[in-house]
């Protein structure tokens, strides 16, 4: 699941990537902790426009916004950039995680509603298991996060365009 890949890959990085570019580790862990209180208010703001506007459309403007904030983190060099990023990535991750359930119950209804978001959370895990440990490898491999950031970027897109397919109505 690209989600799950995205959000623990920078969970894992976004912390050694900040004191690798200069950045104090207080700031750095900061910046870690903004990704986790704006991923709560991203549930909550994006779980009530959901309950608006439907969750297919919150689930792409959530994939649209982790695309965005992962190619702002690639050139990112400031801590004021790093907490923006973390800010929209939050959000992003928080509202995309929310509208997980509804709109799997909006694609295929209740009945195997359990059955079917039990797939999805595996894919969810299967995600977050290879994210960090691809990531860490390209930081091994080319001393620097920047492709690895590019490739979770990529990811995230990739991610768009899949939920694009299966959230269209013909």
Excluded: Q
């Excluded at 983190?73 to 400031?78: D, E």
């Amino acid at each position: 699941n690209c989600l799950g890949f995205c959000v623990f890959a920078m969970m894992v990085h976004i912390v050694p990537h900040a004191i690798e570019i200069g950045i104090d580790s207080l700031s750095a862990a900061n910046i870690l902790a903004t990704v986790g209180g704006l991923s709560i208010v991203g549930k909550v703001f994006f779980g009530k426009l959901g309950d608006r506007i439907g969750s297919r459309l919150v689930y792409l403007m959530c994939f649209v916004l982790m695309a965005i904030s992962l190619f702002l983190l690639i050139p990112a060099r400031l801590t004021m950039v790093l907490y923006i990023f973390a800010a929209i990535f939050g959000l992003a991750y928080g509202g995309g995680v929310v509208s997980e359930s509804p709109l799997v119950a909006e694609l295929f209804g209740l009945r195997y509603h359990g059955l079917i978001l039990g797939i999805i959370a595996f894919g969810f895990t299967f995600g977050g298991a290879i994210g960090p440990l691809t990531v860490g490898y390209m930081f091994d491999l080319f001393n620097t996060y920047g492709f690895a950031f590019l490739v979770c970027g990529i990811v995230s897109c990739i991610g768009l365009i899949s939920a694009f397919i299966i959230t269209w109505k013909g």
